[in-house]
């Protein structure tokens, strides 16, 4: 399993971005995909996650109702749609697989199996 995740950028308070996270080689039965972001000399923090029918979402408090989080099982790729973009915003977002779970959401960075190398959004006021 290999996960890339792409679209990250420069951006001004208020904009709009959209990440990518595509998955090469995805095991043939996976539990939750999900996106975290890291600050320096933070913990990464939970951001969002979807269930592998693509029918549950889960979201941290401080995204709910900017971010969205959908997957295209075609393509083996989940995006995280982000709106209303703040300053606070910025950081290195990597998503995540895991194989096995239990309940929903997955917030857990621990309960992870495979990781995306990040891409950096940097949000300007």
């Known amino acids: 399993v290999q996960l890339q995740a792409s679209g990250g950028g420069l951006v001004q308070a208020g904009d709009s971005l959209r990440l990518s996270c595509g998955n090469s080689?995805?095991?043939?039965?996976?539990?939750?995909m999900g996106w975290f972001r890291q600050v320096p000399e933070k913990e990464r923090e939970f951001v969002a996650c979807?269930?592998?029918?693509?029918?549950?979402?889960g979201y941290a408090e401080s995204v709910k109702d900017r971010f969205t989080i959908s997957g295209d099982n075609a393509k083996n790729t989940v995006y995280l749609h982000m709106n209303n973009l703040r300053p606070d915003d910025t950081a290195l977002y990597y998503c995540?697989?895991?194989?096995?779970?239990?309940?929903?959401?997955?917030?857990?960075?621990?309960?992870?199996?495979?990781w995306g190398q990040g891409t950096l959004v940097t949000v300007s006021s």
């Open positions: 995540a697989l895991t194989t096995a779970g239990w309940g929903f959401p997955i917030t857990k960075e621990t309960d992870y199996d495979y």
């Open positions: 080689g995805r095991p043939s039965r996976w539990y939750a």
């Open positions: 979807l269930s592998w029918d693509y029918k549950n979402m």
